[in-house]
């Protein structure tokens, strides 16, 4: 890599490192003013911001709106809001003496690193670094080299907004990365792929870095026969087919029973013709994303094809346009677990339907293999729906809907294993970013 651009990474990370004694000191206010600093450059820049995501990845645009500057707004609000409670210090008393105490105390990690998707570009690394900031940290943050259009506004924002013994930003391709993963970071927060997060992992142990690591996996759906189809219909076209599946919690192959299975499909498909296509059944590209990369695009035409090869069948869907990576909503029956497309997450438009007879056999299946980001079921069977969040592990589970669970600040966000280590949102990315540091108080003689 650029030799001045190593030394600069190397000048930022020690300027911030020199800062971090004022930092620890900041006040609630102080935060709450460079919170305050960053909303407003995002609100200033919100129309470029949505105009860089477009051209980089095809979003509609009220897609990008919703997604990626509503809903980083949103989160910075949210630790404004917040954060005078949330640094208070927490009486808990003491189990040694009844006159003793116990006090817990939220103090900054120190220099964060903070390395972003290329899925949601700017709110997957935005939020993070809100969180960052709420808990009194400096922030070194680099986004995907996929989404370079993304990227760009991102610095603008970052440098408008902060001092760089703030919060700094650096851009480019994987060596970028390379070079800031061999800094002595206190933590790092990374959302990405397992292999990758393998990779930051590695990274992490060599300087004993504490890290979040956001990743994904294959998030199961059940769908119980009873359940109302329509309903269950419109909720997963929207949570699978939205950016054209390359959402890290979408649902990524469902368990239908088979008397279920064409009623289901069929409502589907009604829904997606009605979201996504053009009358003619071509996909509308105004209405719906492409897939980020040839490399993605084609890894996925593989799964497909595996998939057909060995059995599959398209109930609709099926086209793979390469011209401008635009694989059309699909979902595909008689789908078996020999199948590739069984065994990597998906990360695009295509729903595979598996059958089942009792519910027993779905656990067993899902517990057989690497723990989800999420799981959902669709049922008003409370015996049923208690067996399986008793007897399965993911990340997060939802009851009769998908993804939503995502924008609730009320509940930790995070994966399990493989699909990732720890959690945020709301309080729970104040403490991801905090020591939670016990203080014990002895009793007065």
């Known amino acids: 890599m650029d030799q001045q651009l190593k030394i600069d990474i190397q000048r930022v990370f020690h300027l911030q490192k020199n800062n971090q004694k004022a930092l620890r000191a900041s006040t609630a206010e102080q935060r709450r003013e460079k919170l305050s600093r960053l909303l407003e450059a995002v609100v200033a820049h919100e129309e470029d911001i949505i105009e860089a995501i477009r051209k980089d990845v095809r979003k509609p645009y009220h897609e990008v709106k919703k997604a990626e500057t509503a809903g980083t707004i949103k989160a910075i609000k949210d630790n404004m809001d917040n954060l005078g409670k949330w640094m208070a210090p927490k009486e808990v008393g003491s189990s040694l003496h009844p006159d003793a105490n116990g006090i817990l105390m939220y103090e900054?990690?120190?220099?964060?690193?903070?390395?972003?998707?290329?899925?949601?570009?700017?709110?997957?690394?935005?939020?993070?670094?809100?969180?960052?900031?709420?808990?009194?940290?400096?922030?070194?943050?680099?986004?995907?080299?996929?989404?370079?259009?993304?990227?760009?506004?991102a610095a603008k924002v970052i440098r408008e907004a902060f001092d760089e013994k703030e919060v700094a930003i650096f851009e480019g391709e994987v060596e970028v990365a390379t070079e800031l993963l061999d800094q002595p970071f206190d933590h790092i927060f990374f959302t990405g792929s397992t292999n990758v997060g393998k990779i930051v992992m590695t990274a992490a142990a060599?300087?004993?870095?504490?890290?979040?690591?956001?990743?994904?996996?294959?998030?199961?759906?059940?769908?119980?026969?009873?359940?109302?189809?329509?309903?269950?219909?419109?909720?997963?076209?929207?949570?699978?087919?939205?950016?054209?599946?390359?959402?890290?919690?979408a649902p990524d192959y469902i368990f239908i029973k088979k008397d279920a299975q064409d009623q289901f499909a069929g409502l589907l498909q009604t829904i997606v013709n009605a979201g996504f296509m053009e009358d003619d059944h071509t996909v509308d590209r105004n209405k719906f994303t492409q897939i980020v990369n040839d490399r993605n695009f084609h890894r996925v035409k593989d799964l497909f094809d595996d998939a057909i090869s060995k059995g599959a069948e398209v109930v609709f869907g099926g086209t793979f346009d390469a011209s401008d990576r635009t694989i059309s909503p699909t979902v595909l029956k008689n789908v078996t677990p020999d199948m590739k497309i069984m065994q990597e997450e998906i990360f695009a438009p295509i729903l595979p339907l598996m059958n089942y007879q009792d519910i027993d056999e779905v656990i067993d299946y899902i517990t057989d293999r690497d723990k989800p980001l999420a799981l959902y079921v669709f049922s008003h069977n409370q015996e049923l729906i208690d067996n399986v969040l008793q007897h399965t592990t993911s990340g997060n589970a939802a009851v009769n809907d998908v993804v939503v669970h995502f924008s609730d600040v009320n509940l930790p966000f995070g994966g399990v294993?493989?699909?990732?280590?720890?959690?945020?949102?709301?309080?729970?990315?104040?403490k991801e970013f905090s020591h939670e540091k016990g203080v014990f108080i002895q009793a007065a003689k």
């Open 206 to 249: 060599k300087h004993l870095a504490s890290v979040t690591l956001e990743l994904g996996g294959k998030s199961p759906t059940i769908i119980d026969s009873e359940y109302d189809m329509l309903d269950a219909a419109k909720k997963i076209a929207v949570g699978k087919f939205v950016n054209a599946g390359q959402t890290c919690i």
């Open 417 to 430: 294993n493989t699909s990732g280590i720890g959690s945020y949102h709301g309080v729970y990315g104040f």
């Open 108 to 153: 900054p990690k120190g220099v964060t690193l903070i390395l972003g998707p290329w899925n949601y570009p700017f709110m997957l690394t935005m939020a993070p670094l809100a969180a960052s900031i709420a808990a009194g940290n400096s922030a070194i943050v680099k986004l995907s080299d996929f989404t370079m259009n993304t990227s760009h506004i």
